[in-house]
Antibody
Framework: QVQLQESGPGLVRPSQTLSLTCTVS?????????WTWIRQVPGKGLEWIGY???????YYNPSLKSRLIISADTSKNQFSLKLSSVTAADTAVYYC???????????????WGQGTLVTVSS | SSELTQDPAVSVALGQTVRVTCQGD??????ATWYQQKPGQAPVLVMF???TRPSGIPDRFSGSISGDTASLIISGAQAEDEADYYC???????????FGGGTKLTVL
């Protein structure tokens, strides 16, 4: 059973870089899934951040693309998120998750990590 | 890019049937996927494809699609079904993912 766990600082200063890592157990990040980051501002809806496929190909939310890097470390079975120049608007619960797309219209996200709250504040 | 529109809030009497809807042009090309999120918890996949429930999801949950509108139907809603429900799909013009704004379901 695949499980994902986010890790990283819970507090980041404004203008700094937010860095999170997702550790995957019970499955390989080299498998044919899209390893995904999603965030949720407290009390608000879900926002797709981006994903990495085959440990190298990345796709980013256009609204975050200029500040975002998603990468993978297959030796550790981890993938990571770096979001630069953060502001208070980046305060959110950040989830890592596994996304599947079958190429014919079916896609789903499962499982999700438990989520980690990152607060941007001085 | 595609957008998905959901009603912000829906209520249902205990044991009755409720339909949570998700509308968007992209749903003519990609199926909607549904997630249930309870306070303080991560979202949980409850429906994908035309009408497929993951293992462990009660059969009172079902899905349907008509044109550009997908529905998550709960037949005989239970108190434990009270939660936020989000739909999700792929952007019709790219490989990006999109989420609906979420529907808060209250079971009365």
């Amino acid at each position: 059973q695949v499980q994902l766990q986010e890790s990283g600082p819970g507090l980041v200063r404004p203008s700094q870089t937010l860095s999170l890592t997702c550790t995957v157990s019970g499955g390989s990040i080299s498998s044919a899934y899209y390893w995904t980051w999603i965030r949720q501002v407290p009390g608000k809806g879900l926002e797709w951040i981006g994903y990495i496929f085959s440990s190298a190909t990345t796709y980013y939310n256009p609204s975050l693309k200029s500040r975002l890097i998603i990468s993978a470390d297959t030796s550790k079975n981890q993938f990571s998120l770096k979001l630069s120049s953060v502001t208070a608007a980046d305060t959110a619960v950040y989830y890592c998750a596994r996304h599947y797309y079958d190429g014919s219209g079916i896609n789903w996200i499962d499982p999700w990590g438990q989520g980690t709250l990152v607060t941007v504040s001085s | 890019s595609s957008e998905l529109t959901q009603d912000p809030a829906v209520s249902v009497a205990l044991g009755q049937t409720v339909r949570v809807t998700c509308q968007g042009d992209g749903l003519r090309a990609f199926f909607a996927t549904w997630y249930q999120q309870k306070p303080g918890q991560a979202p949980v996949l409850v429906m994908f494809g035309r009408n497929t429930r993951p293992s462990g999801i009660p059969d009172r949950f079902s899905g349907s699609i008509s044109g550009d509108t997908a529905s998550l139907i709960i037949s005989g809603a239970q108190a434990e079904d009270e939660a936020d429900y989000y739909c999700h799909s792929r952007d019709i013009t790219s490989t990006h993912l999109v989420f609906g704004g979420g529907t808060k379901l209250t079971v009365l």
